[in-house]
């Protein structure tokens, strides 16, 4: 009789952190998989120590691919990105890849020559990638697909950091993330997170900034589990 090949974890090709189950052996008999960097058995489980995207190479063998600093910029990816030079026609800013990116100076929604942004070396920006390949500069816009403003243009005040990409990703997936759950049951507070591997926080108080900016930068390496239980630390600090 011919053995059936195992099922692949639901969980491929999804943020991971450590303590994630990913597979249950226990529901796979007289079956082999190969397990590559970022996962080990424990008893009849096998378990993410890396924070990362799981990943599976047919038939059987499974990885975790962990998460980068370096960002490759991509289409209508959402970036969080720095002002680092003015010219007439564009402004170039720093989205931590490769290359620099031009911000056309009317890439706005309503933008002409007669209401040009005075944006200034150093102001943060939240925009959307249009244009991207190897060979070129990004390109940026502030406007969304429709040619409104949305949530892009300039982030002021409040406190930019830089992260990995793969947390930008998990602080961006679907349901929230139990950083920010915990976090946004407690406090008030404004968030902007590009796919570059850059979150921006503002708050009415300053300690907020710093308590939310620190239980992000602290979550990376945790579990769900772990990550409400260190927002319940810090916020017991701050009470």
Same mark, same amino acid.
């Given at each position: 009789?011919?053995?059936?090949?195992?099922?692949?974890?639901?969980?491929?090709?999804?943020? @991971?952190?450590?303590?994630?189950?990913?597979?249950?052996?226990?529901?796979?008999?007289?079956?082999?998989?190969?397990?590559?960097?970022?996962?080990?058995?424990?008893?009849?489980?096998?378990?993410?120590?890396?924070?990362?995207?799981?990943?599976?190479?047919?038939?059987?063998?499974?990885?975790?691919?962990?998460?980068?600093?370096?960002?490759?910029?991509?289409?209508?990816?959402?970036?969080?990105?720095?002002?680092?030079?003015?010219?007439?026609?564009?402004?170039?800013?720093?989205?931590?890849?490769?290359?620099?990116?031009?911000?056309?100076?009317?890439?706005?929604?309503?933008?002409?020559?007669?209401?040009?942004?005075?944006?200034?070396?150093?102001?943060?920006?939240?925009?959307? @990638?249009?244009?991207?390949?190897?060979?070129?500069?990004?390109?940026?816009?502030?406007?969304?697909?429709?040619?409104?403003?949305?949530?892009?243009?300039?982030?002021?005040?409040?406190?930019?950091?830089?992260?990995?990409?793969?947390?930008?990703?998990?602080?961006?997936?679907?349901?929230?993330?139990?950083?920010?759950?915990?976090?946004?049951?407690?406090?008030?507070?404004?968030?902007? @997170?590009?796919?570059?591997?850059?979150?921006?926080?503002?708050?009415?108080?300053?300690?907020?900034?710093?308590? @939310?900016?620190?239980?992000?930068?602290?979550?990376?390496?945790?579990?769900?589990?772990?990550?409400?239980?260190?927002?319940?630390?810090?916020?017991?600090?701050?009470?």
């Amino acid at each position: 009789m011919e053995s059936r090949k195992p099922p692949p974890s639901p969980f491929v090709d999804t943020y @991971v952190v450590p303590g994630d189950i990913v597979l249950d052996l226990s529901e796979m008999t007289n079956q082999t998989i190969k397990l590559g960097t970022g996962l080990r058995q424990e008893c009849d489980t096998i378990q993410a120590t890396n924070a990362g995207i799981l990943r599976l190479s047919k038939p059987n063998k499974y990885w975790v691919e962990s998460s980068q600093k370096r960002y490759v910029p991509s289409v209508e990816d959402t970036v969080l990105g720095i002002v680092v030079d003015t010219k007439p026609d564009n402004f170039v800013v720093d989205i931590k890849g490769p290359n620099l990116a031009f911000l056309p100076v009317l890439a706005f929604e309503g933008g002409t020559r007669r209401n040009i942004p005075k944006y200034e070396i150093g102001t943060s920006i939240y925009a959307r @990638v249009v244009k991207a390949n190897s060979i070129m500069n990004p390109e940026l816009s502030c406007m969304d697909a429709t040619g409104k403003a949305a949530e892009f243009g300039e982030l002021k005040s409040g406190y930019m950091f830089d992260t990995s990409t793969g947390m930008s990703r998990m602080l961006l997936s679907s349901p929230t993330c139990p950083v920010l759950e915990a976090l946004g049951k407690k406090l008030s507070f404004e968030i902007a @997170v590009g796919l570059n591997g850059r979150v921006w926080v503002n708050a009415p108080a300053p300690n907020t900034v710093i308590l @939310v900016s620190n239980a992000i930068m602290r979550s990376e390496s945790l579990s769900g589990i772990k990550q409400k239980a260190m927002v319940e630390n810090l916020l017991e600090r701050l009470s």
